[in-house]
C-alpha cells in the first residue's frame, strides 16, 4: 500500500463519551486517540493515518471517528470507547484492504458491527460504481450468506425513535 493511499483514520480528541471527564481527567477520545497511538507505534509500519479533531460534531453518539481514503467511501463511526482500540485497528485494515472501503458488518470485529453512524461516497469516482445493489456478485454473496443489506442500527439510536 503506497503512502498517498493509505487510510487516514480521524479521531475526535474531545469526544467525552457522553459524559463529563473530572478535572484533570483526559477525554475518552484523547485516551483512544493515544491508545491508537501507541499501538501503531509498536507495529513499526504504520498501516493507517492517524490524525486527530478537536470535533467531529457527533457529540450525542459519543467517541467518534472517521475513516476515508481517497476512491473509497468515508465513514464516520461513533459510540467508540478506548477499550476498543485493537478492534478499531482491525477495522481499518479490513477497510484498508476493500476496494471500496466497505466493510460488512459480519467482516467487522464484533464491537463495531453497529458502530457506523453514516458513509459519505468519493465525489471523484462514477455515482454508478456507488450503488452497491446494481453489483451482481454482492447480491450473490448476500443472498448466499443470508446478510441484509441495512447496516444494523445502534441499540442507542434505536431507542430515540
Given at each position: 500500500m503506497t503512502e498517498a493511499l493509505r487510510p487516514c483514520l480521524i479521531l475526535c480528541t474531545t469526544c467525552r463519551s457522553g459524559g463529563t471527564p473530572l478535572?484533570?481527567?483526559?477525554?475518552?477520545?484523547?485516551?483512544?486517540?493515544?491508545?491508537?497511538?501507541?499501538?501503531?507505534?509498536?507495529?513499526?509500519?504504520?498501516?493507517?493515518?492517524?490524525?486527530?479533531?478537536?470535533?467531529?460534531?457527533?457529540?450525542?453518539?459519543?467517541?467518534?471517528?472517521?475513516?476515508?481514503?481517497?476512491?473509497?467511501?468515508?465513514?464516520?463511526?461513533?459510540?467508540?470507547?478506548?477499550?476498543?482500540?485493537?478492534?478499531?485497528?482491525?477495522?481499518?485494515?479490513?477497510?484498508?484492504?476493500?476496494?471500496?472501503?466497505?466493510?460488512?458488518?459480519?467482516?467487522?470485529?464484533a464491537s463495531l458491527r453497529n458502530m457506523i453512524i453514516g458513509r459519505i461516497p468519493d465525489l471523484e469516482r462514477d455515482d454508478r460504481r456507488w450503488d452497491h445493489r446494481r453489483s451482481e456478485s454482492r447480491e450473490k454473496t448476500m443472498t448466499e450468506s443470508g446478510m441484509s443489506e441495512r447496516e444494523p442500527s445502534h441499540p442507542a439510536l434505536e431507542s430515540r425513535s
Open positions: 478535572q484533570g481527567e483526559e477525554p475518552a477520545g484523547a485516551v483512544l486517540h493515544a491508545a491508537l497511538q501507541a499501538r501503531l507505534s509498536e507495529d513499526g509500519a504504520a498501516l493507517i493515518e492517524l490524525r486527530a479533531a478537536a470535533c467531529l460534531a457527533n457529540c450525542d453518539r459519543g467517541c467518534s471517528a472517521a475513516i476515508t481514503t481517497p476512491g473509497k467511501w468515508t465513514y464516520l463511526l461513533g459510540f467508540l470507547e478506548p477499550a476498543l482500540a485493537d478492534d478499531l485497528l482491525a477495522y481499518a485494515k479490513s477497510y484498508a484492504t476493500s476496494e471500496t472501503g466497505i466493510v460488512l458488518p459480519s467482516r467487522r470485529p
